[in-house]
């Protein structure tokens, strides 16, 4: 971290996609690729307002389509190119995807549990939260490598993505990651660089006020 004296050092925006039809129905997206509802056009081009008064230097992005039309209302108020990575996309969970909340519940109770108790779970046979943080913390920092001093950077993906990728990038014990709270939808935490790495100085901001529905609730 090469933070400047004097300087308030780089910003890191994680951005949640908008609302999707899935989101409403407690259906567990994952790496689904789902469409982002009415609402969530809305809810995106009303945030894209506030960020883009943060005068970003860059913004990347999930390449599915959620994140995808997210990150564009913002692109189109800045004119940055959006840098698409599949490595953004929310956490694979296999058997658990395309599931209401209260089926995963119902039919994979044990799992569920022992997630939720911060054990390393493969939720549906699918990734482990670290793995998520494994391939998503890395093009965050790629990227942010290039800021110019102070500079900040949107970073537009899901949930569980976001949550492990903060969790890493502040050396939380992957065990610790629940405690950050979830995303409601278009919302956003910040990152600030410090003089002993990077700090949360916001979570979950932007609140319209709406509920986390999500696969990280």
């Known amino acids: 971290m090469n933070g400047t004296k ?3 050092g780089r910003r890191i925006v994680l951005w949640r996609h908008g609302q999707t039809s899935w989101n ?6 994952g790496s689904t690729d789902i469409e982002l509802t009415q609402t969530g056009v809305a809810q995106a081009r009303r945030s ?8 970003p230097d860059a913004i990347i992005a999930s ?14 108020l800045t004119g940055h190119e959006i840098a698409y990575d ?17 089926e995963i519940v119902a039919r994979y109770g044990e799992q569920y549990a022992a997630w939720k108790r911060g054990e390393p779970v493969r939720r ?4 482990l939260e670290t793995e998520v943080a494994d391939r998503a913390a890395p093009v965050v920092l790629e ?3 290039k800021l110019p001093v102070d500079g900040t ?3 537009v993906s899901h949930g569980g993505t976001i949550r492990t990728t903060i969790g890493r990038l502040l050396g939380l014990e992957a065990r610790h990651w629940e405690s950050l709270g979830g995303l409601s939808n278009c919302c956003w935490s910040v990152l600030g660089e410090g003089a002993r790495g990077w700090r949360l100085m916001e979570h979950n901001a932007g609140t319209l006020p709406e509920p986390v529905l999500g696969d990280d609730d």
């Not at 549906?124 to 990734?127: K, P, Q, T, Y």
């Open 63 to 76: 390449d599915l389509k959620r994140a995808a039309a997210t990150a564009g209302e913002l692109a189109s």
């Open 153 to 155: 950077l949107v970073v």
């Open 86 to 102: 599949s490595a953004l996309r929310e956490t694979y969970a296999g058997e658990w995807q395309g599931l209401t909340h209260d």
């Open 24 to 29: 409403l129905e407690r259906r567990f997206q």
């Open 6 to 8: 004097g300087g308030k």
């Open 124 to 127: 549906g046979g699918g990734e």
């Open 143 to 145: 990227h942010v490598d």
């Open 48 to 55: 894209a307002r506030l960020l883009a008064s943060l005068k």
